[in-house]
């Protein structure tokens, strides 16, 4: 791993509690499934993206979260979530599903500007 891909995690992790910070008052989160007496929109979403990812789709797995982004809470969680599981997959595990860890920066910052969050002050 490179000085530039360390560099891109640390950032990812710093936005990471900063939206989390900011968005739900806390330290840390992960998406958790609703208990409720169906299967939500947002969960069913997840279980899309965690199949897509256990298939390494993961270029299948993001455009599938980007195709379809609702403005709520929850959807922020999952985003986060997603973005999380990809930053602590090795640059080897990344290249080896044609992704780079650019691409999760890239991304990642894409979809929190499309939800309004702001995170102009991560992009150079």
Same mark, same amino acid.
């Given at each position: !791993?490179?000085?530039?891909? =360390?560099?891109?995690m640390?950032?990812? +992790? *710093? ?13 840390? /989160?992960?998406?958790? !499934?609703? &208990? /409720?007496?169906?299967?939500?929109? /947002? =969960?069913e ?7 897509l ?6 270029? +299948? ?7 379809n *982004? ?5 959807? &922020? +969680? ?10 602590? !997959?090795? =640059?080897? +595990? ?10 999760v ?17 991560? &992009?150079?």
């Amino acid at each position: !791993m490179g000085f530039q891909d =360390d560099w891109i995690m640390r950032q990812i +992790e *710093i936005i990471t509690r900063y939206v989390v910070r900011l968005v739900f008052g806390r330290d840390d /989160t992960q998406y958790t !499934m609703e &208990v /409720t007496d169906g299967i939500s929109v /947002t =969960d069913e979403i997840h279980l899309e993206i965690e199949r897509l990812l256990k298939e390494g789709k993961i270029c +299948e797995a993001e455009d599938f979260l980007f195709d379809n *982004i609702q403005f709520t809470d929850k959807y &922020v +969680e999952l985003a986060v979530d997603f973005y999380k599981k990809l930053n602590l !997959m090795t =640059d080897e +595990e990344l290249e080896s599903h044609d992704f780079s860890r650019d691409e999760v920066f890239e991304g990642y910052i894409d979809i929190l500007t499309r939800l309004g969050i702001p995170v102009e002050q991560f &992009v150079e």
